[in-house]
């Protein structure tokens, strides 16, 4: 999880290819750019079980189902 200063940091997860970058505020719209050519999920506004999804809703959806069906 990063705070709102993702662009730095989303770019040093892109370089290093994480999956999932989260933040507990809404990402700048640069930040969200970067994540969505570069390939990261990112969400922001993290609060109990609610989030927002900037980019990568693709990735945290076949995450879900993958986790639903370990569970089954």
């Known amino acids: ?4 200063r993702f662009l ?3 770019r040093k ?4 290819g ?5 933040a507990v505020w ?3 719209s640069p930040a969200v750019g970067l994540a969505a050519e570069s390939g990261p999920a990112l969400a922001g506004f993290l609060r ?3 989030v927002n999804v900037y980019a ?3 990735r945290i959806l076949a995450a ?6 370990q569970h089954r």
């Open 18 to 22: 994480i999956a999932l970058l989260a």
């Open 56 to 58: 990568g809703h693709e």
């Open 13 to 16: 997860a892109v370089t290093a």
């Open 48 to 50: 109990g079980t609610s």
């Open 64 to 69: 879900r189902a993958d986790a639903l069906e």
């Open 8 to 10: 730095r940091t989303g």
């Open 26 to 28: 809404a990402p700048s």
């Open 1 to 4: 999880m990063v705070s709102g």
